[in-house]
């Protein structure tokens, strides 16, 4: 199978978690264009991120089902069925619920940030480094959830977007 085939390749997941670290810091940011906000290029920028990180969390719970499956491809077949429908129905709730509370996108951004830590951490180049050491794999996930939150607030701030975001 495909997906078992796939957590075979070296630098996947470190790659997969890197993207996801800019894909967490671009959801946090909006970018003003000539001094004012344009509503369309902002909510269009906002799909583009979220289909972007859907294909890689999509990726990620691929290669997460394919992990836990062990090779057993009626496994994998039969997570996948029941976590994709999960994601999508679960995306669509949480859309709803960022339109009413914008503080939720930092805690979404939160997740996709300690969710590529996580890659990063498992990446089987990176073995030796994390292997019984769970100290450095939290201190990891610290650097990097914070590292996106705090920049992502700075990046707000002078942009003068911070205040809107929280709603």
Same mark, same amino acid.
């Given at each position: 199978m495909? @997906?078992?085939w796939?957590? &075979?390749?070296?630098g996947?997941l470190l790659?997969? +978690?890197?993207?996801?670290?800019?894909?967490?810091?671009k959801?946090?940011?909006?970018?003003?264009?000539?001094?004012?906000?344009?509503? +369309?290029?902002s909510?269009?920028?906002?799909?583009?991120?979220? @289909?972007v990180?859907?294909? @890689?969390?999509?990726?990620?719970? #691929?290669?997460?089902?394919?992990g836990?499956?062990h +090779?057993? =491809?009626?496994? @994998?077949?039969?997570?996948?069925?029941?976590?994709?429908?999960?994601?999508?129905?679960? =995306?669509?709730i949480?859309? #709803?619920? #960022?339109?009413r509370?914008p $503080?939720i996108?930092y805690?979404?951004a939160g #997740?996709? $940030?300690?969710?590529?830590?996580?890659?990063?951490?498992d990446e &089987?180049?990176?073995?030796?480094?994390f292997?019984g050491?769970?100290?450095?794999?939290?201190g990891? =996930?610290?650097?990097?959830? =914070? +590292?996106?939150?705090?920049?992502?607030?700075?990046?707000?701030s002078?942009t003068?977007? $911070?205040?809107e975001?929280?709603g």
């Open positions: 495909v @997906v078992v796939l957590l &075979r390749i070296p996947l790659l997969g +978690g890197l993207l996801l670290i800019w894909i967490a810091y959801l946090l940011v909006e970018e003003k264009k000539h001094g004012e906000m344009k509503l +369309g290029n909510i269009w920028s906002a799909i583009k991120t979220i @289909v990180a859907d294909s @890689v969390m999509g990726l990620d719970n #691929v290669l997460a089902v394919a836990a499956a +090779g057993n =491809s009626g496994l @994998v077949i039969m997570g996948l069925l029941i976590s994709v429908p999960i994601v999508v129905w679960g =995306s669509t949480i859309l #709803v619920w #960022v339109e509370y $503080a996108i805690l979404g #997740v996709l $940030a300690w969710t590529a830590a996580k890659m990063i951490a &089987r180049l990176l073995t030796q480094i292997t050491n769970s100290m450095l794999e939290w990891l =996930s610290l650097i990097i959830i =914070s +590292g996106v939150l705090i920049l992502g607030k700075i990046k707000n002078k003068g977007l $911070a205040n975001d929280l």
